[in-house]
């Protein structure tokens, strides 16, 4: 799979693809319907050369490589779309079952920003996440680096950010496991860290819309994630404080 340096990625975690599972159609129908013009009809060879895909959906249906299904994109460079998913085996929590991961892209144009939150919202009902995110890649790289354990990947978070635990310290899977610029919270995730609270959540629920299923895609900034701007990390930190739940903070 290709890895784009400047781009907006996004990321969702579900439960793991059974059977004749069709939420790998659902995810990459849902995306293009988000982002007027978008057509997935295309892969990339290993060097990097787009591979028309003139049965699309009957690949995407019946290709269960890694349990997931196959990387598509659009056919242009200078403004990449990306998706794929695969079946993590690792527990989204203690104890808990492998899991299905969708990993997609849009290109921080201002149509890919516009289309960001609607895009992200597709991906999440296609898969029936329990939560996700999408973040411009330098602040996905810092956020990352919150996840910290004493023996297994010891540290300090950058620029003051919370320490973040493991998965298999936290409590359940609809718990998320960190914050990003868009995130998707599933009902159950929303209930599991108390959101929303209309006397404390005013300011989030600005920028916040529900989704079909009764999930919430909540918006930390206006414009999209830039730690190296004070506000915006401010507010990054400000939503930490909010959601102890997050990253397996809270003490039971």
């Known amino acids: 799979m290709a890895v784009f340096s400047d781009e907006l990625g ?15 159609l659902a995810i990459v129908h849902g995306m293009e319907g988000a982002l007027p013009g978008l057509r997935l009809e295309w892969t990339l060879s290993e060097k990097e050369e787009f591979i028309a895909v003139p ?34 085996p690792n527990g989204l929590a203690a104890g808990s079952p492998p899991h299905f991961e969708i990993h997609g892209s849009l290109h921080p144009d201002a149509a890919g920003i516009a289309a960001a939150t609607d895009v992200l919202a597709a991906i999440g009902e296609g898969a029936r996440a329990f939560w996700g995110h999408a973040t411009p890649s330098n602040a996905a790289v810092e956020i990352s680096q919150q996840t910290r354990d004493p023996v297994r990947k010891p540290g300090i978070p950058p620029r003051g950010l919370p320490v973040l ?3 298999e310290h936290i409590r359940s899977p609809e718990i998320p496991h960190r914050l990003g610029w868009l995130n998707y919270w599933s009902a159950a995730a929303a209930k599991a860290i108390g959101f929303p609270d209309p006397a404390r959540d005013a300011e989030l629920l600005m920028r916040a819309r529900r989704t079909a299923s009764g999930g919430w895609v909540v918006q930390l900034t206006d414009a999209p994630l830039d730690l190296d701007n004070p506000a915006h990390l401010d507010a990054l930190k400000r939503a930490y404080e909010r959601f102890p739940e997050i990253g397996g903070r809270s003490t039971p």
């Open 165 to 167: 635990k493991l998965a």
């Open 10 to 24: 996004i990321i969702a975690y579900a439960p793991a693809l059974v059977g004749d599972d069709r939420r790998p």
């Open 55 to 88: 049965h699309r959906d009957e690949w995407v249906a019946t290709d269960r490589t890694d349990n997931g299904f196959p990387f598509l994109c659009n056919d242009d460079k200078t403004r990449p779309v990306t998706i794929t998913g695969w079946e993590n």
